[in-house]
């Protein structure tokens, strides 16, 4: 019998992958650099390559698996249980504290709130939509937070941190107190009190234990976010307990992506309470597929991050994480002291006490105008200088006080070795820049068309807007300047109404990613 030839069935590339890979790498060259301590904030730099290449490799061995289902590929729970452990330990856990590996900070905080909304409304015999309990927290408490209320339908009762002196940027106890005893109910509508270790805008470190004892007292869980400090301030010489340790602290969030160096995608929410932990899983058998069972937000998911995770603190270990955050301390110090210090550099000032490997830098408000330094002009002063910080609004509390505009400053390792050259930049912008105000909001503000703060925006709208303030999609090529100098920006982002600048700033974002053609 004649059977017809088989045709051929051949994969022809579209692009020769050798070619495919230079073109990225020709992206990449106009990212802002990753390494080498250029740029404070976003990266965490532990300055040992070895390290990369561990992650590199460890993620490409686990490329393929699916952490959606950890019985079918086992290795995935063995790797989450060790990182688990890993923090547990680290973190003041015992044989009870339980956790999970999670994409990032902001779902580790989804998931705190939600597995606290969830076990608020189970307790009371409600379902979602039919309550909306409060989340109590410092104004400073990261956005992820706002992200949660809006996602998981709570009320978001921000309470005014603060605002000068040593302890700005905290929150006094007493008034997350006041905000417990304070609801129609008392502390009954309140389904979870979060305070930071430390916050990321100033590097405050909230009372954690005087909080825990007022939540605990009224029988409100605590989440402490340690998502920046969790791998670094456990090797902060001095200070109080912050973390499991503490009574009445019922779930703290801690990134490995951040100061325990694993590439971006992996972070650990513990929780003290097994059934709290089982509240922030879905799980369905009601449709005609495989039951689901998601501990996290997203249903299939990489298992490289994880690995890369677990890799990096199997070489570290904890010896190695403190001598790293040993190195991220000692350049904290050494800019704080360059800043604040007896010879540092006058118009700027340190803000609060921070704790940890990071700070905020204010205008002095001891000196007079023409002395001043405003930290944006000297955020962009710097940038000129080839170092990026990154530039912080001002807040106007709801007590009636104001945190100032800051520059934020993130220090890793690899910041102690490149002091040398950061701390005289730092000097030099604040001396090319003193005494120069802030861009006037109300000039650019000037160059926008009446708007109703209140009307939605549509997106045609939003785009000419931004036009209208010189901050258009420009021309599509990546090494195009997509925004240019933050002191404008700021000015703006604190000039107008927060729910406009908002939607501008989606717009803004959005377009950047839209196809050019
Ligand atoms: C205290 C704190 N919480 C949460 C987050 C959110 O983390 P991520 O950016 O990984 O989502 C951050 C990020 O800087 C943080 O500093």
Same mark, same amino acid.
């Given at each position: 019998m004649n059977r017809p030839a088989p045709t051929a069935d051949v994969l022809d590339l579209a692009q020769d992958p050798a070619a495919v890979l230079a073109a990225l790498a020709a992206l990449r060259r106009?990212?802002?650099?990753?390494?080498?301590?250029?740029?404070? $904030?976003y990266v965490y730099d532990p300055g040992v390559p070895e390290l990369d290449a561990l992650a590199g490799d460890a993620a490409h061995a686990m490329? *393929?698996?699916?952490?959606?289902?950890p019985t079918t590929f086992r290795s995935v729970a063995a790797l989450e249980r060790d990182v688990v452990a890993f923090a547990r330990d680290l973190l003041g856990g015992d044989a009870d504290t339980v956790g999970t590996v999670t994409s990032g900070g902001t779902e580790s905080c989804l998931l705190a709130v939600q597995s606290a909304r969830d076990t608020w409304l189970a307790a009371r015999g409600l379902r979602p939509g039919e309550a909306r309990p409060r989340l109590v927290a410092?104004?400073?408490?990261?956005?992820a937070f706002q992200k949660a209320a809006h996602l998981y339908g709570l009320e978001l009762d921000l309470v005014p941190v603060?605002?000068?002196?040593?302890?700005?940027g905290a929150v006094d106890a007493n008034a997350v107190g006041a905000r417990l005893a304070g609801g129609p109910q008392g502390a009954d509508d309140v389904a979870l009190v979060v305070v930071s270790a430390?916050?990321?805008?100033?590097a405050a470190a909230d009372p954690v234990a005087d909080v825990a004892a007022l939540a605990a007292a009224t029988g409100v869980p605590l989440h402490v976010d340690?998502?920046?400090?969790?791998?670094?301030l456990p090797f902060?010489?001095?200070? *109080?307990a912050w973390d499991?340790?503490?009574?009445?602290?019922t779930s703290v969030s801690a990134d490995l992506h951040k100061y325990a160096f694993a590439p971006k995608g992996a972070s650990v929410l513990l929780h003290r309470d097994r059934d709290r932990q089982r509240a922030q899983y879905f799980a369905t058998t009601?449709?005609?597929?495989y039951p689901v069972v998601n501990?996290?937000?997203?249903?299939s998911r990489s298992g490289g991050p994880l690995a890369a995770a677990w890799a990096i603190l199997q070489a570290l270990g904890r010896d190695g994480l403190a001598t790293l955050a040993g190195r991220a301390r000692r350049a904290t110090l050494a800019l704080r002291d360059a800043i604040d210090g007896p010879d540092g550099i006058a118009g700027l000032r340190v803000v609060g006490s921070p704790v940890g490997p990071l700070l905020a830098v204010a205008a002095d408000?001891?000196?007079?105008a023409d002395r001043r330094v405003d930290p944006h002009v000297w955020a962009d002063a710097v940038a000129g200088r080839g170092w990026v910080l990154q530039a912080q609004p001002g807040l106007d509390q709801a007590d009636g006080t104001r945190l100032p505009h800051t520059t934020h400053l993130t220090v890793t390792p690899v910041t102690d070795g490149v002091l040398g050259e950061l701390v005289p930049a730092l000097r030099a912008a604040a001396d090319d820049v003193r005494g120069r105000p802030r861009p006037d909001a109300g000039a650019l503000l000037?160059?926008?068309?009446?708007?109703?703060?209140?009307a939605p925006l549509d997106s045609a709208t939003a785009a000419e807007l931004l036009d209208g303030i010189g901050?258009?999609?420009?021309?599509?090529?990546?090494?195009?300047? $997509?925004?240019?100098?933050?002191a404008p920006l700021l000015a703006l982002v604190e000039a107008l109404p927060a729910a406009l600048v908002e939607r501008l700033l989606v717009e803004l974002l959005a377009r950047l990613v839209e196809p050019r053609s």
């Open positions: 106009h990212d802002a650099p990753t390494h080498g301590g250029r740029v404070l $904030s490329q *393929p698996v699916n952490g959606l289902d410092p104004v400073t408490v990261h956005a603060v605002a000068e002196g040593p302890t700005a430390p916050s990321y805008p100033h340690a998502c920046i400090g969790g791998f670094a902060w010489p001095g200070l *109080p499991l340790r503490v009574p009445g602290v009601r449709w005609p597929g501990p996290t937000l997203l249903g408000p001891a000196v007079t000037g160059a926008l068309p009446p708007i109703d703060p209140d901050l258009g999609a420009g021309d599509g090529e990546p090494d195009a300047p $997509s925004v240019g100098p933050m």
